[in-house]
Nanobody
């Protein structure tokens, strides 16, 4: 059974950092791209970053502050978030896409809450 489980969310002060993890089971990351998405209350879900065999991409709003990486041996993808802003408070989800980031997300995790507040 294909499953994605996010972890690492929590409460952080503005300007702080968090590292989110997305652990995959039931499939190998080598055949999938993984995207990180977020959805704030009252707003549409947006993709903030994605990684596949061809490389990585980032939304303009997070470039230079967020870093996506993956550890194939652990079947896990990470999102390191620095210089967090209050408006980035949201539920963060990871999702798997077949092979490339340009494909649509097919499998989703349950999400992890990130709250940026003093």
């Amino acid at each position: 059974q294909l499953q994605l489980v996010e972890s690492g969310g929590g409460l952080v002060q503005p300007g702080g950092s968090l590292r989110l993890s997305c652990a995959a089971s039931g499939f190998t990351l080598a055949n999938y791209a993984i995207g990180w998405f977020r959805q704030a209350p009252g707003k549409e879900r947006e993709e903030v970053s994605c990684i596949d065999t061809r490389g990585t991409n980032y939304a303009d709003s997070v470039k230079g502050r967020f870093t996506i990486s993956r550890e194939i041996a652990k079947n896990t993808v990470y999102l390191k978030m620095n210089s967090l802003k209050p408006e980035e408070t949201a539920i963060y989800y990871c999702a798997a896409k077949h092979y490339y980031c340009s494909n649509r997300a097919r499998y989703w995790g349950q999400g992890t809450q990130v709250t940026v507040s003093s």
